[in-house]
């Protein structure tokens, strides 16, 4: 027996919304709207859901309801969805005495339903069109395989949020072991941030990302504290000091965390008369904005433990940061313990402060 | 303390109404300058600033802030108040000056969370 291919779906067909995504549009879309075009009604849906035939009498479908807990259900007649007896029809016929009557008399014919290999935002649609509270859900042969109220929307998001929770703490469990499931004579991860001049909105986002990473990578919160703030204060300089931007750039290594910043111009003629508390050549203009105070680098100083700085008029900047950590921070465990991600575990990190 | 204690302390309104505001605040920190922010304060504070531009947020994420409060009836930028949002980090804003918000939080036993920098 062959079917027909079933139709396409709109988002098959058009996408999200039915038209093509912006970059505005995706920067709006937050996690619960990804969702609702995610998630398929299929995974939602209660399913084997209760059901009746139209000749069933009122009074043993009231039963039913009161039994199975449910307020509305799906009318078959041959397998085929014929209709939807909802506790508003039995209230109406109760309110004319009418329970011995057959579900057929009072059960509502035009069924509104969704099909199962739909986004749940179709549901949510249809739900806001029609006022209904619950629809049958039928799949591709047009058979009824479940129904969806929006309770079932509410809980399938939720859950689905809870394993995005999840997913996040595995892959810091993942990240953190990446020294340990790799072998190799030297291991380092780098990561490069381009940073351009003058960007002062965007500024401390790439600093951001560099915490971040080193969070996920299992670097201790003070660790990862004094790293954020050396990369910010550099990143901060890039911006405002450079003639065509530069790059930021982050090396992690078991041992040591690395942290480079590199221009091309215009570099800095006294390198000794920048490290001195005070002194600066900032604009009024970045002041205003609570930096170029000449204490960028005596902070970036204090934060590592050790930085290099060397420039010339030629050839630009480079300024090194370096941070040593406890072969245990990053190689996710300590000596001679198993490694399970425990919260024993994250306990031993906090513990290798500076 | 929490954070809608400090609220009423100041006399101050809130401008992220979309985010949570049942948040410990554990010290406070003043400033101006954000490099003297970076260098010393301690996290789980607020702090007390006259600046509104985004960078007041970069550096209050960074130094692990948990709520920003302007002084002096400042009102921040767009991108401030934007950034604020995505990143979760509450900003009040209060009519008060810096030297009497300071005191204010202060005798109501909010503790300095600005460290002591060592002499050089």
Redesign the interface.
């Known amino acids: 027996m062959s079917h027909p291919p079933r139709p396409p779906t709109d988002q098959e067909l058009y996408g999200r919304s039915g038209r093509p995504v912006t970059d505005k549009d995706a920067q709006e879309i937050n996690r619960v709207e990804e969702l609702s075009y995610d998630l398929k009604i299929r995974e939602v849906m209660s399913k084997n859901p209760v059901t009746a035939s139209p000749e069933t009498s009122l009074a043993e479908v009231l039963e039913l309801m009161r039994i199975r807990q449910v307020s509305g259900v799906p009318v078959l007649e041959n397998e085929q969805l014929v209709g939807i007896l909802s506790i508003e029809d039995v209230v109406r016929a109760m309110n004319r005495n009418d329970l011995t009557e057959s579900v057929r008399q009072y059960m509502t014919r035009d069924v509104v339903s969704v099909a199962s290999y739909e986004s749940i935002v179709k549901a949510m649609q249809k739900f806001a069109e029609s006022g209904v509270g619950r629809l049958p859900v039928v799949d591709e042969h047009n058979q009824l395989v479940g129904i969806i109220t929006k309770g079932d929307i509410t809980r399938g998001i939720l859950i689905a949020l809870q394993k995005d929770y999840k997913a996040e703490e595995l892959r810091r469990y993942r990240a953190s072991h990446l020294f340990e499931d790799i072998i190799s004579d030297r291991t380092t991860l780098v990561l490069r941030y381009a940073i351009k001049q003058q960007d002062?909105?965007r500024?401390?986002?790439a600093?951001?990302h560099i915490?971040r990473a080193l969070l996920r990578l299992g670097a201790d919160?003070q660790t990862a504290?004094r790293c954020?703030?050396a990369a910010?204060?550099a990143e901060?300089n890039l911006i405002i000091h450079t003639t065509s931007g530069g790059i930021l750039k982050l090396e992690v290594e078991p041992y040591r965390i690395t942290i480079s910043a590199t221009d091309d111009g215009p570099g800095i003629a006294d390198v000794e008369q920048v490290l001195q508390?005070g002194y600066s050549t900032a604009t009024e203009k970045v002041r205003e904005?609570?930096?170029g105070?000449g204490?960028?680098l005596?902070?970036i100083q204090?934060c590592v433990d050790k930085m290099e700085l060397e420039s010339s008029l030629e050839k630009g900047t480079k300024l090194i940061m370096r941070i040593h950590v406890p072969e245990e921070t990053l190689t996710g465990r300590a000596k001679g313990q198993p490694n399970e991600p425990s919260s024993d575990h994250r306990t031993t990190q906090s513990e290798t402060t500076d | 303390m929490n954070l809608t204690e400090i609220i009423k302390l100041v006399d101050g309104s809130n401008l992220t109404s979309e985010l949570n505001l049942d948040i410990e605040i554990e010290g406070g920190c003043g400033a101006d300058l954000m490099s003297d922010v970076l260098l010393s304060s301690q996290p789980n504070a607020v702090l007390l600033t006259g600046l509104t531009n985004p960078q007041v947020v970069r550096t209050a994420l960074m130094a692990e802030f948990r709520a920003i409060i302007f002084v002096r009836g400042k009102r921040p930028q767009a991108e401030t108040l934007q950034l604020a949002i995505q990143e979760n980090m509450p900003l009040i804003s209060s009519p008060l000056g810096m030297f009497e918000l300071c005191g204010r939080l202060r005798s109501a036993g909010l503790p300095s969370f600005e460290s002591h920098v060592p002499s050089s």
């Open positions: 002062f909105t500024g401390g986002n600093s951001s915490k919160p504290r954020g703030i910010y204060e901060m508390p904005m609570g930096f105070a204490m960028g005596i902070n204090r």
